[in-house]
């Protein structure tokens, strides 16, 4: 199907297993996607499944693509991630690809870097939804260094973690689980202590001492463990399987946030302001609460809290919520007539 320029994305509503792994490698070599509802109800997922689909049918499109990345001397591409298909060493061709695609891919040295400067392409080869035949150039030039601390200070955290998520991916297909979980541990060790080794050597062995632009790793590290893809015990392959294939195309910024889900508190939108704003139904320009750290030290019980990763929305309510907000949010006098299994929050006539 790739070499005839056809591209599948799989929707799933299955109720029982339905063997992911082999019906997603449809997806995955045509470069499409694979889109999983556990235990599929129309009540409760329709929705979602046509949103999904309006969004993957409203994307910019790119049709028979060939991607190839170009490196400058002494540099050479190792690994490729993402969903594709590869008939030789250096060509990616995608049957289609939207907007929201994203690969990735790890380089190796082949010799000594005797340049200032380090030169990298991207080149996509596409047919656009109206026939025309163009390429696309993405050309970076990043400074040569031997200096690991320079290396450390320039790091890129968010592309880091992203690269370390699809390597993963990519290696469970060949090893146990349990070995890509300890490599996802000894790989955050490495980089911590290589840094302790070649930039903090001087400070005392036991201070816990973190590269600043890399001071999170630990944190994302964490937070892929506890992902379906990665997670062990009792649980469906065909949920892992799917969750894999969805995190192997995921772009850097959304990554970031699946990995660690936004929250803000929202009692701490004032009404007053929104209505002297002029705001109505749609919220533009208002500006949202301060982020919060994903702690439940930091969740107080007088309040209310929006989390949310790119793909679900979670509204968490405090026992002792005042009684007004959730009359002018929910239309409910108190937690007791909260419909829990609401998938839409009611359209309300106040600011809030």
């Known amino acids: 199907l790739s070499a005839d320029g056809i591209c599948v994305s799989l929707f799933l509503c299955p109720k029982n297993y339905v063997d992911v792994a082999t019906l997603g490698v ?3 070599l045509t470069g499409g996607d694979t889109t999983h ?6 009540g409760r997922d329709g929705d979602r499944l046509r949103g999904d689909v309006q969004n993957a049918l409203g994307r910019t499109f790119a049709y028979d693509a060939l991607l190839r990345i170009r490196t400058s001397n002494h540099l050479k591409p190792q690994e490729y991630f993402g969903n594709f298909c590869m008939r030789n060493a250096t060509d990616m061709e995608l049957a289609g690809c939207d907007a929201l695609r994203a690969f990735a891919c790890s380089l190796r040295h082949d010799g000594k870097l005797v340049d200032r400067d380090a030169s990298f392409q991207a080149a996509l080869l596409y047919t656009t939804g109206d026939g025309q035949r163009r390429i696309r150039l993405h050309n970076l030039v990043t400074p040569v260094t031997t200096e690991v601390a320079q290396v450390f200070k320039m790091a890129d955290l968010d592309a880091i973690v992203n690269v370390t998520m699809k390597a993963a991916i990519s290696r469970s297909v060949t090893v146990p689980l349990k070995e890509v979980r300890e490599s996802l541990n000894a790989q955050c060790v490495r980089v911590l202590v290589s840094y302790r080794k070649h930039c903090a050597a001087s400070a005392s062995p036991g201070q816990l001492i973190l590269p600043e632009s890399c001071k999170l790793y630990p ?13 062990t015990g009792n649980m469906s392959s065909d949920v892992r399987v799917a969750s894999m294939r969805f995190l192997k195309s995921m772009a850097v910024e959304e990554s970031v946030a699946f990995l660690y889900p936004r929250m803000v508190q929202l009692t701490q939108m004032d009404p ?6 002029g705001v109505t139904n749609v919220p533009k320009g208002i500006r949202m609460p301060t982020r919060l750290r994903l702690s439940y030290e930091r969740m107080r019980p007088d309040a209310a809290y929006f989390v949310e990763n790119g793909v679900s929305l979670f509204l968490w309510l405090g026992a002792q919520l005042p009684a007004t907000w959730l009359q002018d949010v929910l239309g409910v006098g108190s937690l007791e007539d909260v419909d829990l299994t609401m998938r839409r929050l009611p359209v309300r006539a106040t600011p809030l």
């Not at 509802?37 to 129309?42: I, K, L, V």
């Not at 007053?272 to 704003?277: E, G, P, S």
């Open 26 to 28: 449809l997806a995955t």
């Open 37 to 42: 509802y556990m235990s599929f109800e129309g």
């Open 219 to 231: 944190i994302y590290c964490l937070a892929m463990l506890k992902r379906r893809a990665f997670r």
């Open 272 to 277: 007053q302001q929104l209505r002297m704003q």
